[in-house]
């Protein structure tokens, strides 16, 4: 079992930049891979970035590309999303997602909500027009 606590959501302005971090618990997080996907207002959740076990292998939705940045820190059982030039449209609620190791690999990235199996509780991000 994975527990993921999310933090570092919050009001930017537009063109601004936030750090979302996500700490999980237990011993096997190298072995999971990991994923953030955002939720706006009256829409379905979308992936946003993957990353593989080792962090070597990278993944983004067409619409962060080149803004969004996600990486890992195995050894503080940590995975960021590092946000810059944000727009209004980023504004949606960010959840941090594993998946079990059977699933990822350390070249693999995971982008389907049902290849995730473990799910933080979400943070705010709101950018302001």
């Known amino acids: 079992q994975v527990q993921l606590v999310e933090s570092g959501g919050g009001l930017v302005q537009t063109g601004g930049s936030l750090r979302l971090s996500c700490a999980a618990s237990?011993?096997?997080?190298?072995?999971?891979?990991m994923g953030w996907f955002r939720q706006a207002p009256g829409k379905e959740r979308e992936f946003v970035a993957g990353?593989?076990?080792?962090?070597?292998?990278?993944d983004y939705a067409d619409s962060v590309k080149g803004r969004f940045t996600v990486s890992r820190d195995n050894a503080k059982n940590t995975v960021y999303l590092q946000m810059n030039s944000l727009k209004p449209e980023d504004t949606a609620v960010y959840y941090c997602?594993?998946?079990?190791?059977?699933?990822?690999?350390?070249?693999?990235?995971?982008?389907?909500?049902?290849?995730?199996?473990?799910w933080g509780q979400g943070t705010q991000v709101t950018v302001s027009s």
């Open positions: 997602a594993a998946g079990a190791p059977s699933r990822g690999g350390y070249y693999k990235t995971l982008k389907r909500e049902y290849e995730y199996d473990y």
């Open positions: 990353i593989s076990w080792s962090g070597g292998t990278t």
């Open positions: 237990g011993r096997t997080f190298s072995s999971h891979g």
